[in-house]
Structure formats: C-alpha cells, structure tokens
C-alpha cells in the first residue's frame, strides 16, 4: 500500500509498504531517514522516538498504515539547515555521545521535555527518560546534557 | 494482510464482522510487538486511531464513558481526579512513549493478567461496551476476563467504549516490580472505599490467571467498617482489621511462579500491598472527610 505523510515539515510518499510494517522500517528503509534506531522493536528502547503529531511515541510500536496524514518529526528535523539544534549541541558539550545508538531516541524525549518544563529537577529528567535506554550506560552525562540545554535555553533572549 | 482505516465506527464494525481475523490496533503497544516478532500475522489490521467517537470521553449518571482510544497519558492528565485509580495505575504504565500511545481499550482486549488498568477497574463499578454489527451489549468488567489473555468479546465484536463510576472516596493503586519505569507488574493491587454504599472494592493483577476481586475479603472488611461504626466515626483503623484484610486478599491469589517472581511471593506480597492500600485509603478518608 502507499503512504502518504509528512516528515520533518515535507510530503512524503511511502510506496509498497507492507500492512504489518512498522513506522520506523518505513522511515529508515522507505523514506531514507536512518536516523531513528533499531535496537529492540518492541517498545523497551526509545531508540526509534519520532514526534507523531507532536507526541513522542516509539515508532516501532506504530503501524505505518497509521501515520497516514500524520505530522512526523523525527531526529533528523530537529536541526536547522546550518546549526544542530540546542539539545544536540548539549549533547556534544556534555559528552553525552558515546556509541550513539541511543541519542536520537534521547534527543527527542529531550526536546519533548523541554518543551514542556522549561527547568527540569532531575526527577523530571530521570521521568521523561525512563523509555530510553543506554548500553553504554552514560547516564550522567546525559542528565548533565539535558540540564544544559534546558539553562542555554532559559537564557536565551 | 489487510490494512482498514475506517473513519466511522459503524465501518469500523463492518470491518470486524466480514473478517473474523482482523487484529484491531489502536496503540499498537501490544499488537506491533507481536507482528514484529512473527508472533501474529493476522489477516487484517483494523486501526481504529481514526475513529472519532473512540477517541474521547464524556460524564454520564455518575460515571465516567471513556472511549476505548483514550491513552494513559489523557487518563492521567485530564481525568486524574475523577478516577484517582485508574490514574494511578496509568502513571506506572511503560514509559512517556507507551502512555502517549497505550490505551485503556488496548488493555482489555489484551487482557494480559498483568495488565494495570485491571485492578482498578475491578475496585470501582465498571462496565465494558461491546458492540457489533449485531448490536451493543454492556459487560461488567468482572465477567469480562474469561481466561489468561482471554476476554469475553466475540470474534465480531469491538470494545466501544468502559463506563467507569466517578470517585465516591479515596483510591490506592500500587505495583510491584524491579524497578520504577517499564516494569510488568510481579503483583498489583488497587482499592476503592465507596463510602456511600459502605462498600470496599479490590482488584488484583499479576496474582491469578485472570485479573479478579478478592470478594471475600471485602465482605470481611464491609462488616468489620459496619461493625465498629467505623464509615461514621471515622476513628482509627484498628491494625488487626488491616492485617486480617491483607491476609484474606492474599487467600483470593491463585499466583504461578515464573522469571518474575515465585508464587509464594506473589501471595505475600499481594497481602502487603492490600494492607497497606486499605491503610492509606482510610486515612486519606480520615483526613478529607469527603
Ligand atoms: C515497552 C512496553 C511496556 C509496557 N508496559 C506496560 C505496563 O506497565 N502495564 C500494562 O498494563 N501494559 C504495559 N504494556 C502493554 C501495553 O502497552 C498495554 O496493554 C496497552 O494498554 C495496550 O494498548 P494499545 O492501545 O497499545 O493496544 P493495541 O496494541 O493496539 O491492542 C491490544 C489488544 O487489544 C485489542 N484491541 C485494541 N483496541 C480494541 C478495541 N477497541 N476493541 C477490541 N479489541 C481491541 C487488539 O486487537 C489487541 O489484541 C507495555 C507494552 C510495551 C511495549
Ligand atoms: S526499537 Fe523501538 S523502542 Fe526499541
Ligand atoms: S551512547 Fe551507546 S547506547 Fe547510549
């Protein structure tokens, strides 16, 4: 079947999708955005986090059939053409990245977050994060990431 | 495989009652891992995320009509203290992304012993909606489980929507599990004091094969309230009452072992969780005196 949604601000036509297809197959093998990740496809990870109508939602969980005339944003709309958006640049800042495989789920619970509570204690981070998990386990930094971008953005005129 | 998207819930019925293996997907949160796995390949998926009428929620004599499509997230946000257990069950659902997406609807027709919007539902009058092309038929939620991950719908029949009683008094959810986010429930417990009817209302999770109330327990407690005058008075729950509960809701468990936890500690652990329900409960009802 073909469908047809909106990814990171464009139309976008998915052909041959198969029913039982997920969202995230379809965006990784379909529309040429990998950047959402394939650890567990069942929900347990956050590494393929996408905004669908602006909510945070595992896209692995997701049938692509369901996001037709949806509004996506998935990691590789959260930067401008020529400057990466304030949670990626915390992200680098803090040394949040190690292998990488995590941060685009991160990312966008992040920003989600943010978005929401302008300064978060660590429970609300620990909270927010709780679907997205970390095998190379650097969790610290990746508190200290959101807590910076969280204050860059605060001061922000 | 197929793929309906029905816009009406009349279609939406149509759908199901041509194809007696169409999967309805609402959050998916259930259904994808099982499609991802292998584990189903069903003839069809019926996504009802478009269905208008499923989507919200509405009062009615008292009660709460919640459209099978509500997720956790608008169950803990907009109706948090209309049904406090329900709520509080919620919040420990998964993780954001699987409230954003996991609906109470979804629970049901999953009907896993573990799910956590069971429990609550038990403690409090709560009616499934059923409908098919044939007609609607109402469900009390205590004959709705039939069996482990078995529910009483038809092969033709879609959950509508579940009419949950408002709040009369305090409520108590609470769970059991390694640690406090993306957890199955080990054991889970909710109360309800339904202190117009002189009533206490149990549901148990994780602690039989199918999600079910500890009815004796709450004769027992019913007539120990009675007794000592306690709805009135208001005075201090005697700890042997709370005790003997616990014990008594723990006689109501027909637990397993698994990689989870053995049934003996399920047992255990149901009893703790009544008592400490009960106790909580009552003194929230001390000091609101709703
Ligand atoms: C990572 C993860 C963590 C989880 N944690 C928890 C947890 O802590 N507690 C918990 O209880 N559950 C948990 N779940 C399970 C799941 O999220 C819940 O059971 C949820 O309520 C399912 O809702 P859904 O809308 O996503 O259902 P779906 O997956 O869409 O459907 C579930 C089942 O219900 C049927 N169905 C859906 N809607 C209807 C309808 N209107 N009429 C008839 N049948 C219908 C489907 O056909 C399917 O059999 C978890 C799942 C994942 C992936
Ligand atoms: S790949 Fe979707 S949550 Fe892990
Ligand atoms: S950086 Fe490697 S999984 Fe998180």
Request: aromatic residues 6%.
């Amino acid at each position: 079947m073909r469908v047809t949604t909106t990814v990171n601000g464009q139309r976008v036509e998915l052909d041959d999708v198969w029913e039982g297809e997920s969202l995230m197959y379809a965006l990784r093998e379909r529309a040429g955005l990998p950047g959402s990740k394939n650890a567990c496809e069942q929900g347990e990870c956050g590494s393929c986090t996408v905004y669908l109508d602006g909510v945070p939602v595992c896209s692995c969980l997701v049938a692509a059939g369901q996001s037709e005339g949806r509004d996506i944003t998935t990691v590789e709309g959260l930067a401008s053409k020529t400057d990466l958006h304030g949670v990626q640049q915390a992200f680098l800042d803090a040394g949040a990245v190690q292998c990488g495989f995590c941060t685009p789920g991160l990312l966008i619970a992040a920003h989600d977050l943010i978005a929401r509570v302008p300064e978060p204690s660590d429970p609300d981070i620990r909270e927010a994060l709780a679907g997205n998990l970390c095998r190379c386990t650097g969790y610290e930094k990746i508190m200290d990431a959101v807590h910076l971008a969280a204050d860059r953005a605060g001061a922000r005129p | 495989m197929d793929f309906a998207c029905p816009r009406t819930w009349a279609e939406a019925l149509e759908v199901q009652a041509q194809e007696p293996d169409t999967v309805p997907i609402c959050g998916g949160t259930d259904v994808m891992v099982d499609v991802n796995f292998d584990r189903r390949r069903p003839a069809a998926l019926l996504d009802l995320t478009r269905v208008r009428d499923l989507q919200g929620w509405s009062h009615r004599d008292g009660r709460i009509v919640l459209g099978a499509g509500v997720t956790y997230a608008r169950v803990i946000d907009e109706l948090g203290d209309r049904l406090p257990g329900l709520a509080m069950a919620a919040r420990t659902v998964g993780s954001p992304q699987i409230r954003n997406r996991g609906t109470v609807g979804g629970n049901l027709g999953a009907a896993s012993p573990a799910g956590d919007s069971h429990p609550p539902l038990l403690a409090t009058e709560t009616v499934v909606v059923a409908e098919s092309v044939r007609g609607a038929r109402r469900i009390e939620i205590a004959d709705f489980y039939t069996g482990v991950k078995r529910n009483a719908l038809e092969p033709d029949e879609l959950i509508r929507e579940i009419e949950v009683e408002v709040a009369g008094g305090p409520q108590q959810f609470s769970k059991i599990g390694p640690r406090n986010a993306m957890v199955i429930a080990v054991a889970g417990f909710a109360l309800a004091l339904h202190p117009d009817v002189r009533r206490v209302g149990t549901g148990l999770g994780s602690a039989s094969p199918t999600p079910r109330r500890a009815a004796e327990a709450e004769v027992f407690v019913a007539a120990e309230f009675d007794e000592r005058g306690l709805w009135e008075s208001r005075s201090e729950l005697p700890e042997s009452v709370a005790e003997e509960f616990g014990r008594r809701v723990g006689l109501a468990t027909e637990p397993i072992d698994d990689v989870r936890g053995s049934a003996a500690y399920r047992k255990h652990a149901i009893s703790v969780l009544a008592r400490r329900a009960l106790t909580w409960a009552w003194s929230d009802y001390r000091r609101h005196r709703l």
